[in-house]
């Protein structure tokens, strides 16, 4: 059964400083990697997505990499502003049906 | 993308009695699927809902407590049965989707249930 970690679980950091997300899985048969953000009251919103036979994904100032053989993945924020706090979630898809499996989550917050 | 609602938003219930949860969707979509939330964890599937079958329960999880119903191709509902003050939780319902780099899903802003 396919388990995946986060850590930390929160994250408290002043505004501009650059920060690095972690999230581990147990099986490495893996389809495909998402990192979510979650706002309260707000759902979930897809950020980032690695495919399996990738290795990192950029978006903006975010940054996500993907060890597969290790069963690792990294989010990087870089210059992180106050609108960066949420709840950061990565999931692995394992293939047949688009089911995830989410990790336990990052709380971040961003400091003035 | 697909735009997705949920009523409820939020409801305080007493232990013993039903909620039903209902899922809209912007889109014609054939996957739909039920999440849970506990109070500091992460999501957890509950079941996979496709038009015109019935439900698939992940492990855990059974049709008499958590009946779904999937009427037509924008539409679910999720009813939470003789609850008790363990299913506080966050209920959420996604779809399938397609974003750059492959499959994905969408979700709705989720329900924050209180049973007491």
């Known amino acids: 059964k396919q388990e995946v970690t986060q850590i930390p679980a929160a994250l408290s950091v002043p505004e501009g400083e650059n920060l690095v997300l972690n999230c581990s899985f147990t099986?490495?048969?893996?389809?495909?990697l998402q990192w979510f953000r979650q706002d309260p009251g707000k759902g979930l919103t897809s950020l980032l997505l690695?495919?399996?036979?990738?290795r990192e994904q950029t978006s903006g100032r975010l940054n996500a990499s993907l060890d597969k053989s290790s069963g690792r993945s990294t989010l990087y924020i870089a210059a992180s502003q106050p609108g960066d706090s949420a709840t950061y979630l990565c999931?692995?898809?394992?293939?047949?049906?688009?089911?995830?499996?989410f990790g336990t989550g990052t709380q971040l917050k961003v400091e003035l | 993308s697909a735009v997705i609602s949920q009523k409820p938003s939020r409801d305080i219930c007493q232990r013993g009695t039903s909620l039903t949860i209902q899922c809209q969707v912007d889109?014609?979509?054939?996957?739909m699927f039920w999440y849970r939330q506990q109070p500091g964890q992460s999501l957890t599937l509950i079941a996979t809902?496709?038009?015109?079958?019935?439900?698939?329960?992940e492990s855990g999880f059974v049709i008499d407590k958590f009946p779904i119903s999937r009427p037509n191709l924008t539409f679910s509902t999720l009813t939470v049965s003789n609850m008790s003050p363990e299913d506080s939780s966050i209920y959420l319902c996604?779809?399938?989707?397609?974003?750059?780099?492959?499959?994905?899903?969408?979700f709705g802003p989720g329900t924050r249930l209180t049973v007491l």
């Open positions: 999931a692995v898809n394992a293939g047949g049906g688009n089911k995830l499996t």
């Open positions: 690695i495919q399996s036979s990738q």
């Open positions: 996604s779809v399938e989707g397609r974003r750059e780099g492959g499959d994905t899903q969408y």
């Open positions: 099986d490495s048969a893996i389809y495909n």
């Open positions: 809902a496709n038009q015109g079958s019935e439900a698939t329960y």
């Open positions: 889109s014609q979509v054939t996957m």
